[in-house]
Structures are given as C-alpha cells and as structure tokens.
C-alpha cells in the first residue's frame, strides 16, 4: 500500500485545505506541502468535539471499545504505508517504527479491554440510612465521568505512540472525551495516514464524525488558541520543557483554569551501588551505553547521569562506556532543530572546566554522534546547568566520595520520570537508604535495569514531579493514564432509571 499525503486538516469529519502551506522536511525521500493550521479550523475543531461529546460521552462503554479496536485495524491495515513515510521523515529506521506501531495498537486494545472491565469506573455506593439518628442518610452514588473535549500535541521523538493515536489520543477517547490533535510538523505525512485511519474506524463504527479532529502545522497562535479555547477542558502535551511551561501557565491563566499534562523530559539518573560495580563494573558501561544511544538518545526516559563512587570500579566503568559509545556511529536525529539543540548542549557541557570530557566527538547537520563526560558530586552540585536534559547521546559521570555524597546527590535532584539503582544482594542496606529519596524524586524507580522501554500495562507510571511531569499524580503510559480525563460525580437520592448506565 502506497500513501501520497493530500496535505489537508482533518476537521470534525472532513479534510479541508487552508491557504497558506508548508514543506515537510524529512530525512530521505520526497518532501511534501501540507497546509497550515489557523486559528479557525482550531475553532471549528474544538465546535465539532463539543457537539460530539454529547453523543460520545453518553455512549456504552462498548462502543467507545469498539471504536478503539477499529482504529487499532485500520492503523494495521496501512501498516507498510505507514512505516514508509515514518522513516522518511522522522530517520528511524523500520523496525522501530513497526515495533512503535505495534505499541499504538496495542495501548488502544488495551484501553478498549480496560474500559469494558469498567474499573476504571471506581464505582461507590454509600445505601440511603432513612433511620439514622440524629438525621437520616440519602442513598448516594459515585462514578467517574469524560470531562469533555480534550486537546492534544503530538511528540517529536514518537511519532506514533505519542501522537495522532498515541497514548493520550487512545486514553481520552477510552474516557469518552473527544480529541483534538495539534499535529507535529516533524511528521506530518504520518500523522495524516493516522489520521485517515482514525477517520476510516469513526465511519466503520457510526461514531460521531466530531469526536476527532487534526489540525496539521501552524504558529504558536493555533497552539495557544487550542489550549485556551473555552471548550477544551484538558491537554495532553509530550515536549519540551519551555515549551509545555508556556502552554501550562496558559491553561492556568484562563478564566476556567483546566489542567495540562505535560511530560517534559528527564536526565533519569542511575545510581551504581559498591558490590554492583565490584561485579560488574564493565557490564554496567557496556549496558549503559547501549541505552544511551538507542534511537540516537531521543528517549525521554534516557539514563543521561549516572552516579558512582570514586575509585577503580568507576574507571572500569567509564573506560567500558567510552569504549563502547565509540563504536557507535553518527544518527540520523529526528529534526535538525533538535540536532541543533544536541550540539549546543554538548557546547554546554564543554563550556565548564569543572567537567572533563571522555569522549568527544563532532555532529554536523542532521546527525549526532555520542559524547561521553564526568565531573565530581560536588561539581554538579554548585552547577544546575549540569542537571538539565540534553536531548540525544550524551552522558555523565558523577563520580561521590561516599555514599552519605551520594544520597546528598540525589536529594539535589529535580523530579525525573526515572530513577535507577545497581545493586547486589550486599547493597541492600545502602539501598534502602536511597529508596525513600528516590520514590519523592521519580514516577518509576528501577532496580537493576535500563529505564529506557516503557511497558504499557496497568502498574506503569510514566509522570514524575515536576519538571519531569506537570502533574505528578497522572501518568501518561498505562491503563491509569484514562483517569486524567475523567472526573467524579456523586449522584445523590436518585431513581435507578435516571442513574447513569453504568450505576444500574
């Protein structure tokens, strides 16, 4: 199956073409013209989800599943098409956009799975105490309820999984809140074709043609005029940090402040206890590295810092990551503004006498090659700069005198959507210390593992404190994901025929 993009917005059911148009900018092969979102079609997007809640957010739990299910078909039914104008434009190569698509459909069946249990309902009944002294108890009723037409913006680094149908696209529809997607002009070709088979289950299944919408490109005004629109009641955001601060503070300036759920980025710091390092020192390195350049080191989960105790064993370990980050080639990144923000966080780190390079190397265009550094606790403690993420194949050592430094270190850290400790049997007293720190810093705390590959399962907790995360009770990955656009409703005293569906 081949795919040509027409380059037009999808709008509440139909494709509409604006004025004025832009290029796509892909890695290898043909560019395209796409036209560019205004602030109207966003009016008429955010119009045509409201009309559609009314419908949708009322509709048997079945069929939103099956809705869901569809879209996970047509997706797979363009699935070579798919893969093919992914790789044009973001550079990644095909099995990682085939197992990316795998992931797509595979949260939107879980979503529909989850959804038909009804736990995510969390249903409470409190039965009426007429006789109750000194005043009698009304029978009341609690259940979860779709909040409303909710906006979403894709991400750079997945342009499936996080974008057109990603994550939050699946869970809001799950919800029952229609969809608005801002789309990424780091791909726009493959947020149409996801587009074209959203719009394909929305006809297959008789949903209201209102409960998605794609609004391709654009300024900054089409991204504020979403997140500010009266009908929007939530956004969904995977991006940068300055970025989603300048939409959050948006939503929180509104006249009806909603919420923004935003994951911003992480450094994701390990922390490599003595006995694990005693054993295996050169293992650490070697997986170490292996994780930090995958896919070019555009994971917002990329172990960017790791901490150990000064002495041999961090030799091993730096020597076994520097050797191995060396033979990794140069990689294609997903745009060249974000291959521009690589260099200038490298230039960052060679900027500071304080930090010594291990393994420097030089990026031009499109590409990035790894860079390896270190520098001490007490170092990056007096430095903030060294604690902000650079997106791409770049580590740290921090190396700790002790670990009273170490747990001194980890304290200094912001909210991190991961957190890592290396440990042996014989590290678990030092660990125990570390955990409580660890918890209070990341939505995620592993042991013994690279942070790198988010399940996609009901436990997951992708969100952290902030910066990591706009809101460190939610999470963008997970079934639990569903509850950032649901919202409790007591229903008090009232007959079973008038109760919501799912209170019968």
Known sequence: MTFTPHGKHLI????????????SEPAHGPSHAFSVGTVALVNRACEAAEAAFWS??????????????????????????????????????EARLQGERGRTVGQLRLFAAHIRKGEHLDRRHDPALPDR??????????????????????ASNFPLAFSTAGGDTAAALA???PVVVKGHSAHPGTGEIVAEAIHAAIAKT???????????????????????????????FTGSLAGGRALFDLCAARPEPIPFFGE????????????????????????????????????????????VLDGADADRFAEAARTALAQVGPQVMLTEGIARAYRDGKARFEARNAVKPLLATESD???????????????????????????????????????????????????QLTATIHMEDADLAAARELLPVLERKAGRVLVNGFPTGVEVCDAMVHGGPYPASTNFGATSVGTMAIRRFLRPVCYQGFPEALLPQDLR
């Not at 363009?78 to 550079?91: C, F, K, L, M």
């Not at 009341?140 to 309820?145: I, T």
Request: aromatic fraction near 6%; glycine fraction near 14%; hydrophobic fraction near 45%.
């Open 365 to 415: 265009g499109r590409t990035a090659s790894p860079n390896l550094y270190e520098t001490t606790a007490a170092a990056w403690l007096q430095d903030q700069a060294l604690g902000e993420e650079v997106f791409g194949p770049l580590g740290l050592v921090v190396r700790v005198r002790g670990m009273e430094e170490m747990l001194h270190l980890a304290r200094g850290f912001e909210g």
């Open 264 to 307: 911003l980025g992480s450094v994701n710091p390990m922390f490599l206890l003595p006995e694990a390092m005693r054993a295996r020192a050169e293992a650490l390195g070697q997986g170490w590295a292996g994780s930090l350049s995958m896919g070019a080191g555009q994971f917002c989960t990329n172990p960017g810092i790791a901490v």
């Open 12 to 23: 509440g059911g139909e494709w509409i073409a604006s004025e004025q148009r832009f290029t």
């Open 56 to 93: 949708f957010g009322h509709a048997p739990r079945e069929e939103r599943a099956a809705l869901l299910e569809a879209i996970a078909d047509e997706i797979e039914a363009r699935a070579e098409a798919i893969t093919a104008i992914g790789t044009q434009e973001t550079g990644l190569p």
């Open 206 to 236: 008789g949903t209201h043609p209102g409960v998605f919408s794609l609004v391709q490109g654009g300024d900054r005004k089409v991204g504020e005029a979403l997140v500010q629109h009266p009908l929007v009641k939530a956004v969904g």
């Open 175 to 177: 919800a029952g809140c």
């Open 133 to 154: 002294q000194p005043l009698p108890r009304p029978d009341l009723r609690m259940v979860q309820r779709p909040i409303g037409p909710v906006a979403v913006f894709g």
